[in-house]
T-cell receptor
Framework: KAGVTQTPRYLIKTRGQQVTLSCSPISGHRSVSWYQQTPGQGLQFLFEYFSETQRNKGNFPGRFSGRQFSNSRSEMNVSTLELGDSALYLC???????????????FGPGTRLTVL | QKEVEQDPGPLSVPEGAIVSLNCTYSNSAFQYFMWYRQYSRKGPELLMYTYSSGNKEDGRFTAQVDKSSKYISLFIRDSQPSDSATYLCAMSARSGTASKLTFGTGTRLQVTL
């Protein structure tokens, strides 16, 4: 079974630009969560989508948004990039996002975003 | 103060040693506890999952949860160089919001020959 895939793996952008990251979940998984990982803050939850609806949201500004398509693939968008947005963005998928022992999250390799 | 505290290390041990990794937390609503392992340039992979208090063993790995002390641990026996990675503790509150994991910052472990 193929794992979670994320594209692109690396991105370099400049301040003020916007960026779109893509995540393809494991086949059959309907919940997709996004996390930001930085050396200082660690992994922080951005949002979770289930059946094309945002179900949970973390404490990030409105510049961070996402969506999920009917095939469960998800995209996240960051507008008006700031230097502090440089991070590893991780996508995780699970069957239904319930967090039980049989419904845990599987992570992709991440997209490394550098903002200059 | 962060909801989950984890010593960032680095922690260096010789091959064959017993490793103890720990996290403390402040949110008493947490009841699902996980340990993830993250190799360089990879996403985290789930190692251990524990619901509520108690111990769980899987091969060389043992996870312990003490909810009364708000303290969780991961023990690695007979550590190997392949165990060299960053270990992240993660936890969540209830099933409905279980997808919202709160992570520690991770402990970097180096197992030397």
């Amino acid at each position: 079974k193929a794992g979670v895939t994320q594209t692109p793996r690396y991105l370099i952008k400049t301040r003020g630009q916007q960026v779109t990251l893509s995540c393809s979940p494991i086949s059959g998984h309907r919940s997709v969560s996004w996390y930001q990982q930085t050396p200082g803050q660690g992994l922080q939850f951005l949002f979770e989508y289930f059946s094309e609806t945002q179900r949970n949201k973390g404490n990030f500004p409105g510049r961070f948004s996402g969506r999920q398509f009917s095939n469960s693939r998800s995209e996240m968008n960051v507008s008006t990039l700031e230097l502090g947005d440089s991070a590893l963005y991780l996508c995780a998928s699970s069957l239904a996002g319930q967090g039980t022992s049989t419904d845990t999250q599987y992570f992709g390799p991440g997209t490394r975003l550098t903002v200059l | 103060q962060k909801e989950v505290e984890q010593d960032p290390g680095p922690l260096s041990v010789p091959e064959g040693a017993i490793v103890s990794l720990n996290c403390t937390y402040s949110n008493s609503a947490f009841q699902y506890f996980m340990w993830y392992r993250q190799y360089s340039r990879k996403g985290p992979e789930l190692l251990m999952y524990t619901y509520s208090s108690g111990n769980k063993e899987d091969g060389r790995f043992t996870a312990q949860v003490d909810k009364s002390s708000k303290y969780i641990s991961l023990f690695i026996r007979d550590s190997q160089p392949s165990d060299s990675a960053t270990y992240l503790c993660a936890m969540s509150a209830r099933s409905g919001t279980a997808s919202k994991l709160t992570f520690g910052t991770g402990t970097r472990l180096q197992v030397t020959l």
